[in-house]
């Protein structure tokens, strides 16, 4: 769950809802990338302000619902995101550079939202965790 981040000058809580589709749309988000990525986004963590409240892997795309500080723009925070876990995946997934035909592993853009935190921050990680699943749940989420 989220929290307050306390700098020396600041108090805040940003929370965004960011969605990162692979390149030409392939399906290339196996179990084993699946659990790389979530390594890399803890590495990330460690380096950065940036906290990965929740990470949810659908075929062909990836939902992050990431909380950080003012000095990142969510520009800044998405490039950060792409450009690691692209090299980290390449080079320990040696199968996904196969297919992908040019060297990038992400689309050129991306889906980025604030989300509350007193309002629908639960409902969105609730989306995220069931990234990949046929609910009920996701069509209820989308028609809002």
């Known amino acids: 769950m989220s929290k307050y981040i306390h700098?020396?000058?600041n108090v805040s809580v940003l929370i965004y809802h960011v969605v990162c589709p692979a390149k030409y749309r392939r399906v290339v988000f196996s179990k084993g990338v699946d659990e790389k990525i979530k390594e890399v986004c803890l590495?990330?963590?460690k380096r950065y302000e940036v906290i990965f409240l929740e990470i949810g892997v659908d075929k062909d795309h990836v939902h992050f619902?990431?909380?950080?500080v003012p000095m990142y723009s969510p520009k800044?925070?998405?490039q950060m995101i792409k450009s690691i876990t692209a090299r980290e995946?390449?080079?320990?997934?040696?199968e996904v550079k196969?297919?992908?035909?040019?060297g990038e592993f992400w689309t050129d853009g991306y889906f980025v939202n604030t989300v509350g935190q007193h309002g629908n921050e639960s409902t969105v990680q609730k989306y995220i965790q069931e990234q990949?699943?046929?609910k009920e749940y996701q069509k209820i989420y989308?028609?809002?």
């Not at 995946?89 to 040696?94: A, D, K, S």
């Not at 196969?98 to 040019?102: A, D, E, V």
């Open 7 to 9: 700098k020396s000058h």
């Open 76 to 78: 800044k925070i998405v």
């Open 98 to 102: 196969k297919q992908l035909w040019g």
């Open 43 to 45: 590495e990330i963590s």
């Open 142 to 144: 989308q028609q809002q």
């Open 89 to 94: 995946i390449f080079r320990m997934c040696p």
């Open 132 to 134: 990949g699943k046929e």
């Open 65 to 68: 619902l990431i909380q950080s």
